[in-house]
């Protein structure tokens, strides 16, 4: 079981800047692939990006060179960092946990609760 607590959202101005945290609590957090969704009021979830197990990164294509994800496994911790924030950009960020068991290929899953974030002038 992996507990996932965000923080670091809050109101910025358009062009802006903000640093979302999500601390695991739970064992192996080492093992889990980690990512950040955000969904819009009236939208589906999507994707912004993601770190593996092994540290490689992705981002969702509008996000490429506006944000960076980073893990800290010591501290059982991954930041989400972006900038040049813009409107379309306001939503709930969630910290998500994964990994599938080898032995049974049972995928776990993990959501936080989620951390606001407001892009307005």
């Known amino acids: 079981q992996v507990h996932l607590v965000e923080s670091g959202g809050g109101l910025v101005q358009p062009g802006g800047s903000l640093t979302l945290s999500c601390v695991a609590s739970g064992t192996s957090f080492w093992l889990y692939d980690m990512a950040w969704y955000r969904q819009a009021p009236g939208k589906q979830r999507e994707l912004v990006a993601a770190?593996?197990?092994?540290?490689?990164?992705g981002y969702e294509d509008n996000m490429k060179g506006r944000c960076t994800i980073s893990r800290d496994d010591a501290k059982n911790t991954v930041h989400l960092h972006m900038n040049n924030l813009q409107f379309e950009d306001t939503a709930a960020y969630y910290c998500?946990?994964?990994?599938?068991?080898?032995?049974?290929?049972?995928?776990?899953?993990?959501w936080g609760q989620g951390t606001q974030v407001t892009v307005s002038s």
């Open positions: 998500n946990a994964a990994r599938e068991i080898p032995e049974t290929r049972k995928l776990l899953n993990y």
């Open positions: 770190i593996a197990s092994g540290g490689m990164t």
